[in-house]
């Protein structure tokens, strides 16, 4: 009896393994093509039967890309258009976020539908009407639609992640300070918002991550090449015959390095981030 | 003396009743510019008549809708969209089921394999999808190199040769970037069941199959149904991976709502029959929210 629960569990366990190594191998893949097709050159990629390895380590490949197209335009476009938008996004969603987690006022369940309603709508959907509004409002091709297009679009999300996260905070320590003569406002930014560091992380990280990788607002609204995004800017490399894949691949590697460096504080936050976000329901 | 306070009292009590909505402002004039605006916008369009420039001319009826139902692909777009959305949550759900629970155990390496998960979710979705577009290639492809090595083929595969396998391809991209977020949902929600569940349980001498079907499931019901919810919308909502890798070719056989209705509007320039698709898939997806959650909530009172 002990024996068969034992030999079930080491079962288990080869299942287990088999299932995480067999997953990681798959996700790594495409990074895996990726970043050896970057590596080999223009005969090599377009050649039949196709190599795994390069036969030959082109790293100039990582030069050229820099050379061929503005690159370090591009990189500076996304930058400004990521910083701008999770700054902007986040300062508007840390009062909503208070105010949803702490206040009672008449009208509050209508906000909230309304703001979860928000998750409803894509950019995409609402594309011609983002245009429409953008020509109105002689904000296409620049920089600025682009910043508070990805903040609104993000701002249920964070209203309601941060909501959540000030939930769990005490109301008697705020209140404890307005005692002491602390305004609310004071109060906020004193007393909850260090408190809430975790979960504003998080907000951050997240809508970074979106903003960074936007694809289709920037797709459609910014003709000006020298105000193209990363993600944009590669599709140049995309040729009506052949594609350079090799410099695509060098760019998308490079464009996605910053990213990484929010793994180390996603691995910790996104699981008890979300905990607090309340997707309990 | 004491009246005056407690009216000094009610009048700070009424200000503070509105005052929550200065602290909202910031949130809600941005949204409601930049949200609902443009989902007016959008409306408006739907049912006017609009010049190629983008200049509503007058009022339209129905003529857009008209012209989009009458479009001989249309069919072909929304069967795409609903089998798109339909089957990538689905399948994504019972392979992100898996892996909550995968990672919910402990083992070497758990960190490792939760930071993996993490990288088809930060990756941007044009670069996802081009790396796939380049593994599926029929001539130069990484996916048939690898067969041909390996010798599981003897001549490559035409992935994407045709609008059916194509769309199959599409599909597995897009449940690649759907399972990570979906994963950590519900991750989160395995780690909110108390273990003493569990305990009581294999006193009471229940197997995994037990434990899994009357105790974790059930318990995860709301994180899934909040997950089925929010991935159904994202999923059909997605533009980018079926763009990159097809772009809607062969004439839009393979297209979804979003990418016809970007090829509408930005290839054909008719914004009105572009906008009439939003609303029919706005529509869709109100209607899919709505059942699902009364359903839902029915269930859910009812047990």
């Known amino acids: 009896m002990r024996k068969t629960g034992k030999q079930k569990f080491y079962l288990g366990r080869i299942f287990l393994y088999l299932f995480v190594v067999l997953g990681v191998l798959y996700i790594l893949y495409p990074y895996f093509v990726m970043f050896v097709s970057s590596l080999k050159g223009m005969d090599e990629i377009f050649r039949i039967p196709g190599t795994i390895f390069p036969e030959k380590w082109v790293w100039t490949n990582y030069i050229d890309i820099w050379r061929d197209i503005p690159l370090a335009v591009y990189f500076k476009n996304s930058a400004i258009i990521a910083v701008g938008s999770t700054a902007l996004c986040i300062a508007c969603a840390i009062p909503a976020g208070y105010a949803l987690a702490r206040m009672q006022f008449p009208g509050k369940r209508f906000i909230m539908s309304a703001i979860v309603v928000t998750q409803m709508f894509s950019a995409v959907v609402l594309l011609v009407g983002i245009y429409k509004l953008m020509v109105t409002l002689h904000l296409q091709n620049t920089r600025t639609g682009l910043i508070l297009l990805i903040a609104a679009f993000n701002q249920a999300f964070a209203a309601w992640l941060l909501s959540g996260t000030f939930a769990t905070i005490s109301k008697e320590l705020e209140e404890a300070a307005m005692i002491d003569g602390c305004s609310r406002m004071k109060a906020l930014i004193r007393v909850i918002l260090p408190l809430a560091a975790p979960g504003i992380v998080t907000a951050v990280v997240f809508v970074f991550i979106h903003a960074w990788n936007e694809y289709t607002l920037t797709l459609v609204l910014i003709g000006d090449p020298m105000l193209k995004s990363l993600n944009v800017g590669i599709h140049a490399f995309f040729g009506y015959t052949n594609t350079e894949w090799w410099y695509v691949f060098a760019a998308s590697l490079l464009a996605t390095l910053p990213i990484l460096c929010f793994f180390q504080i996603l691995e910790k936050q996104l699981v008890g981030g979300l905990t607090a976000g309340g997707v309990k329901g | ?303």
């Open chain 2, 1 to 303: 003396m004491k009246t005056s306070t407690s009216v000094k009292k009610r009048k700070k009590g009424r200000l503070s009743r509105y005052e929550a909505y200065l602290w909202l402002a910031p949130c809600l004039v941005l949204v409601t510019i930049f949200v609902f605006v443009p989902v007016i916008e959008t409306f408006v369009l739907s049912v006017s008549e609009v010049s190629r420039a983008g200049l509503v001319k007058g009022f339209g009826g129905l003529r857009n809708f008209q012209f989009v139902l009458g479009q001989p692909v249309f069919g072909r777009v929304i069967l795409n969209t609903v089998v798109w959305t339909i089957v990538n949550v689905g399948v994504s759900m019972v392979l992100s089921i898996i892996t909550a629970l995968v990672l919910n155990e402990k083992f070497h390496g758990r960190k490792l394999a939760r930071t993996v998960l993490l990288l088809p979710w930060a990756t941007s979705q044009m670069i996802t999808a081009s790396a796939w577009k380049y593994i599926f290639d029929y001539q130069y492809g990484a996916l048939n190199a690898l067969l041909l090595k390996l010798g599981l083929i003897k001549t490559n595969i035409n992935f994407l040769g045709s609008a059916n396998s194509a769309f199959i391809c599409m599909i597995v991209v897009g449940i690649t970037v759907t399972i990570p977020f979906m994963t950590f949902t519900l991750l989160s929600g395995l780690q909110s069941i108390s273990t003493d569940f569990y305990e009581a349980a294999t006193i009471d001498g229940a197997n995994f199959w037990d434990k899994l079907f009357r105790i974790t499931l059930p318990l995860l019901k709301p994180a899934i149904n909040v997950t089925i919810v929010l991935n159904t919308i994202y999923v059909f909502n997605n533009f980018t991976i079926v763009f990159t890798i097809t772009n809607g070719a062969p004439a839009n056989q393979t297209s979804t709502m979003m990418v016809y209705l970007y090829y509408l509007a930005f290839k054909k320039g008719d914004y009105g029959a572009s906008a009439a698709i939003s609303v029919i898939g706005f529509v869709i997806l109100l209607a899919f929210a709505l059942l699902y959650m009364k359903y839902q909530m029915k269930e859910e009172t009812a047990s």
